[in-house]
């Protein structure tokens, strides 16, 4: 066999051995899929408007290298409020929660739930995002993805109209989180704690008197089958997560970890933001055009009075976070809502 022919088989197998470590390496890298796990239905905002089009930026942007599958409804796992669990023990690579379901997680974060700091969703989402220094080390075993608040709460009721002060005095009404449970405690009314699957029955059946919680669930949880009355007022915003499992992102390409982080972030919350504020004033005019609830806007002197009554909540707040070496007024004014 002559030299160049000898040459030429070399040449060959090394194109050959250098050809089947790229293919390797593609088939390696297009088996990179993130998993989100939620607890609401498909159908829902978040799912639909938020989750989905940021898994179509990701693969768009990685020529499909890295793709995102959604499991809703707890298909990895019932019970809202483990959410966070478990993205820190990766049992999903993604989730979606509110932080009010264990709120000793994150006192830093819920002070966006105090009553009147900002005017709608996408504001407070801004003031988050503003003191996200403050607060991120709540959030050190996971990678932030996003944080974002809905608009703000109002009371929902059956049996009774809430259309002053002393309609609220005796009631019990669900909480999302400690915080807004020392706000229903501050109108005179009795918190019951339960996440947002569990509403639906427990106003249909009389265990709580009313609802505290963002409009768009009217529509995404079918809230308007069974409440009848929605009274706006001075109340708050929920927060919510979007976090990633920290050894999942760890374990990302330069290239996919630089997608991740230029996808996320500040924008897709309040991209969220403004979604729950799209779909809670949907929500409204939908029950009032259609007749089927009724929109309750409170008199300015009922408003005051409702005011006055919450003005102690901010202060007790911050007194009881003073007792845990948290300085909330340090984070309140990095929110641009004072010392």
């Given at each position: 066999m002559s030299l160049s022919l000898r040459a030429c088989i070399r040449g060959l197998a090394v194109v050959s051995?250098?050809?089947g470590l790229l293919v390797a390496a593609a088939v390696s890298v297009q088996a990179v899929e993130?998993?989100?796990?939620?607890?609401?239905s498909p159908k829902h905002p978040m799912d639909r408007l938020v989750m989905r089009p940021w898994g179509a930026e990701v693969a768009k942007r990685s020529n499909g290298s890295l793709t995102v599958r959604i499991y809703p409804g707890g298909e990895l796992g019932k019970g809202p409020q483990a959410q966070y669990k478990r993205a820190?023990?990766?049992?999903a690579d993604v989730t979606f929660g509110l932080q009010g379901y264990t709120s000793a997680l994150f006192p830093r974060t819920l002070l966006v739930e105090l009553p009147g700091i900002a005017p709608d969703a996408v504001v407070a989402t801004k003031m988050l995002w503003k003191a996200v220094g403050s607060i991120r080390g709540e959030y050190d075993r996971t990678k932030i993805l996003a944080l974002w608040t809905n608009d703000k709460a109002v009371i929902m009721t059956r049996n009774k109209a809430v259309r002053t002060l002393d309609d609220v005095k005796g009631m019990k009404i669900r909480t999302p989180s400690k915080l807004q449970g020392d706000i229903i405690k501050a109108l005179g009314a009795t918190p019951v704690a339960m996440p947002v699957t569990r509403m639906y029955n427990a106003l249909k059946t009389g265990v709580v008197d009313g609802l505290m919680v963002a409009p768009s669930v009217i529509r995404s949880f079918k809230i308007g089958e069974v409440a009848k009355y929605y009274t706006m007022g001075p109340f708050a915003n929920t927060a919510f997560f979007l976090v990633m499992n920290k050894k999942a992102y760890d374990g990302l390409s330069a290239e996919h970890k630089k997608i991740v982080d230029e996808t996320s972030g500040e924008a897709l919350s309040v991209k969220a933001a403004g979604i729950?504020?799209?779909a809670g004033a949907?929500?409204?005019a939908g029950e009032k055009k259609s007749g089927r609830g009724e929109v309750i806007r409170l008199s300015d002197a009922e408003d005051k009075r409702f005011r006055k009554a919450l003005s102690g909540v901010r202060?007790?707040?911050?007194?009881?976070?003073?007792?845990?070496?948290?300085?909330?007024?340090?984070?309140l004014?990095?929110?641009?809502?004072g010392g």
């Open positions: 051995v250098l050809f993130l998993k989100v796990a939620h607890f609401t820190v023990d990766g049992i729950y504020k799209k949907g929500s409204l202060a007790k707040t911050v007194k009881d976070l003073a007792g845990k070496n948290i300085d909330a007024g340090k984070i004014a990095a929110m641009g809502a």
